[in-house]
């Protein structure tokens, strides 16, 4: 049966199927057959095998992303999107873009930045564009551009019966129908393999200055986000840094016209206070996740005027676990990453999520683990309480009745 | 919440219900007469200019009390369609129609200029000829028309009602509520009637003091006439003031708006009729109206009595003359000098002045004009304050609900003294303050100015010098 | 049980004054601001609260009768439009705001409450509801929900799907969901994307969390006059060339100028071919700089009169030509048909172009107004439905329209929804793969089909069919009751 799957695989992508290697694992997960389609003709096809033989499928790009959510309990394919890595179409004078799942985003940035524009994510994390979208990838940046969910105007994928469905468009303004793109968006490949993407593009900014202060008072910091996040700044960003050895940085990112940046910056200084200092360079840690190897990464959400109770429960946990958080990450907007260290096992992980998922409420947000050493993740309830779980499992079971594209990898064991 | 002036209850006859008595039919409306006929429904033409846009929703005071379709002024241009295409004139219909207040706050929002205003005068004739209204409501609507367009009426009731208002009785009654809970209609009525104070008389002619600009005639009024007489008497000595000889015949009678207004068409006519035969006779350069809705109904003589072949022509030279008494002073310029007044006042807008008139910047202009006065903004200021003519006395609870929110903005403007051009929001200004247990002193526009021209001081309108008022309860007055 | 039998269900629950039964007040019910389309619904419901449109819609589940959710009943493609046999939920009465939360910006309402009375709440704290469509001043929040409204604002700011981070839904089985809060992110399915432009056939919204935009340091607006949409075009182009993202670029053209000019006496500069407004906002220095800039691209490209509003006055009489637009058109026409359709933006002065010789060919005026900045055109197709073939005239040139902007790689609505007006012009938009995708999610959250049935979607999809292979014919295709695509 395995020979006439990888033929059917070979056929689909005209010889670009091979079998599995220990490499392909997925979260450890091991898998069959790695299929490579070059479009979205060849991805329907391969899907149209995986149909026909009960195949679990899960999609990769560049894999730094393949890690993520919670394992999942079957993976017989994997679905890699690299070949599909054309800018299909870039409407300048429109400040669109079309581009396939598979290519990378610096790759995009770099062939944009010609006319002067930018697709406005920055992650850390840089992969494909379809790991982008299927992970609701974020960065800095998004204070001002929003998540890549307002972004996206446009999405081409293929259901798990290997159909073909198109939502959205090329243009930015556009209602018909539903926004399919948008479900898409964040489900980590459990509705659909994304081939094709256009996104709404943002002028290259003519003049950037980053601006940074160091905060020594505990307290300091929410009070300070407050006053940013109600001036008149408008920052592209708003970044904390406040590693677990104490002393937090929060650094403000503006971006516009030369003689508008020059002004802002002055009054950033003024908000800012002692110590704040402009540049042209962004500090060493921006962008970057607050983890080394071995360390667990966490994505948290929080209200905007809940970060204070954030910091306090974090500590709090900390304290009584003894594991030491960094956490950095945009709290202009309420959604920052923590990387904890020393984690001894599973159940000091456990531990720890448990105690302050049980404090979210008085942050009013979430705590979703990303990412761990090892078999840390095996027992964990990785996504944490959702609302709306019914209709979510309604909609799974509508696009994927027969639950093959990444099974259990999702919330509520989606 | 919606209509409570509707349903039954408790309340006595005399509620001012209006409308259906019986149960919302669940069968189709058996086949029956159209609810209009020839003699001028209202026109066609006029009700498909509306596109439903619903721009007006937001303006409509009934919308804002009841959120529902039928009770905005899209949904009565809807009803008067169906009307039209020769629906029967139901109790349902007419509820709808009797519940609008004609601010026509609508006309002013509506960027397809959909004249309502002549939708719902044509269509409120219509209902008062071919609709028999319960028992209770004739008799009360009877007993409205019979007492206040007749000015020596109300003067036969000075006497009884300064009584009434100086033996203690009236401040008793609001304190404890009794007349609410027997007739909200009979309450209203009871907290809606002025403090009276002195009789003044306007004499027949008034001469212009300095040089003669011109001579004018002056509406007296009804309710103004007897109940606000200190109105007339400043409107005349401004007028004077400014320059005019100021013609008051006291033999005048009623203009007919609150006729023309209620639908009661001939009876309207007949007032217009013998207030242009008098003013004819006066023989006067423009005719000043110190009342909103009298102004308002007079401008539009010449519609009322378009099919009259002796009037007609008159009725159109005479409302082209016919002037708001801020219209009139703004646009002849001030010639007295104005004292300085040092006071904060907040400006209401009369619906029939604003909306129906479109007056708005001139009473601004004059009031500015007057040296240490200082004029606020009320929130909201399009929404009617709820008296609407007869309004809220057929419609004491929808009444006093917007006599509250009016209330409720006026009193946060925190102005000395609320300054307004007509009778009728002043008496329902006040007793909505009052009843809020708030106080601000009240002024009509041309009492404000007549203080300026003569040199008075702000304690004469009644407010008190301070700069805020207290919002001490009514108690505190012995 | 029918709808007229829910009435006797719900009455006790809701009250009298909640129950409308009588013919004559359901008429007033039977379109929004789309008049071309008229259904009497059967029975209409006022809800004061979630726990009564829980009711209703469980009445309604339970009796498998329709239901149509509407608020102020202005929207343009009849997504409010009732159903002969079925409930119209009105919203309208659920107007409070809950809270206004500026510390996190953000403010929770019910859906009742209308949209510019949003932005007057929160202004006192220095912010405001971004999302601006021109009927601000009466449209729903719960509305524009439902058709993920834009606004002329929207280029810069987004549009309702932007602003929306939590809802309260009841859905078509009558359970009363949260979906969302007031924190970003929430892991799981984005619900809310889905929602959010669902035009009511996903439940209704009880509550909204939006989010609150501070309100700008700086705006600066202008006015320019050109001899022709050419020029005007240009000089947009220019402007977005030069990095400039300005908050609202609104163009019309002289037809549309002519009505606003009949209805509100905006005072437009007499004998423009088109006219440009240009709104700035943002910090003051940047806005500066950019204005500059804006005013020397409208010079360059032809402009022939500007004007720059000198204070919030001006500035709001700039707009009240441009907002008061569609209904004006009243004036200069008996009828008219608004369509809504987008394109890229570059292709605006090509297309409208070929509006206007397909205008030329028809006999049909075409006056138009649009959002320049994203290119949705608003075309307003003039014609005298008293004059024997002209609607049908008018009907086809609005076909041609919508076939424009699919041929150029656009969209057949920007903002007003696809309603019951444009169902039959998703198939050229979209195939029928897409439409069947489209109606999983559908599927998904209303299975018996009883949420605003028969809206956006031609030809409705049966849900219970399995996406994919068959084995066999389906029983149902089988019995000749449906067909399978």
Redesign the interface.
Known sequence: MGDVIMEELGAATKGHAVGATEADAVDSMPTHWVAQPDSTEQTAAVMRVAANHDLAVVVRGSGTKLTWGARPHRVDLVLDTTRMNAVVEHAAGDLIVVVGAGQRLDDLQAALSGPGQWLGVDPARRGTIGGLVATAATGPTRHLHGPVRDLLIGVTFVRADGVVARSGGKVVKNVAGYDVGKLLTGSFGTLGVITQAAFRLHPLPQARRWVSVPITHPDGIPTLVQQVVHSQLVPTAVELDRPATGGATLCLLLEGFPPGVESRTAEALDLMGTGATAGDDAPGWWGAEPVADGEVLLKLTHEIAGLAHLLTALDDVCAATGLPAHVRGSVGVGAVTVGLAGVADAQALARWVTSLRERASSFGGTVVVLETPGDFKADLDVWGPVGGLPLMRAVKRQFDPENRLAPGRFVGGI | ???PDR?GGPASAMTGTLGTDAP???A??PPGEPAFDDHRPPAAALV??C?????C??TCPTYAL?????DSPR?RI??MG?GLEG?PM?P??VEHFDACLGCMACVTA????VRYDKLIEATRAQVERRFERPKADRALRAAIFALFPHPRRLRLMRGPLRLHQSSGLSRRLRKSGVLQRISPTLAAMEALAPTLGRAEHVPERTPAQGQRRGTVGMLLGCVQREFFPGVNAATARVLAAEGFDVIAPAAQGCCGALSAHNGRETEAQGFARALIDEFDRARVDAVVVNSAGCGSAMKEYAELLAEDPAYAERAQRFAEGVRDISEFLHERGAVAPRHPLPVTIAYHDACHLGHAQGVRTQPRELLCGIPGLQLREIADADLCCGSAGIYNILNPVAARELGDRKAANVLQVKAQLLVTANPGCLMQVASSVERSGGRVALAHTVEVIDASIRGLSVETLGASPTSIPQTASNDSAK | MDARGLADQLRPLLGDDAIITDHQRLRTYECDGLTHHKVTPALVVLAETTAHVAAVVRACAAAGVPFVARGSGTGLSGGALPHADGVLIVMSRMREILEIDRANQRAVVEPGVINLQLTRAAQPQGYYYAPDPSSQQICSIGGNVAENSGGAHCLKYGFTTNHVTGLELVTPAGEVVQIGGKAVDAPGYDLLGAIVGSEGTLGIATKVTVRLTRTPEAVRTLLSAFPHTDQAGAAVSAIIGAGVIPAAIEMMDALAIEAAEAAVHCGYPGGAGAVLIVELDGPAAEVAHQFDEVEGFCRDNGAFEIRIAADDVERALFWKGRKSAFAAVGRISPDYIVQDGVIPRTALPEVLRRIAAISDEAGVRVANVFHAGDGNLHPLVLFDAAVPGESHRAEQVSGAIVDLCIEYGGSITGEHGVGSDKAKYMPRMFSDDDLDTMQLVRCAFDPSSISNPGKIFPTPRLCGEVPGRHKGAHPLADAGLAEVF
């Open positions: 919440m919606a209509h349903a919302l039919s669940l189709p409306v498909a200019d596109v439903h846009c619903g721009f929703l937001p009841w959120g529902e379709e039928m949904g809807y009803l169906e629906e139901t349902a219909m509506c960027p397809s200029g």
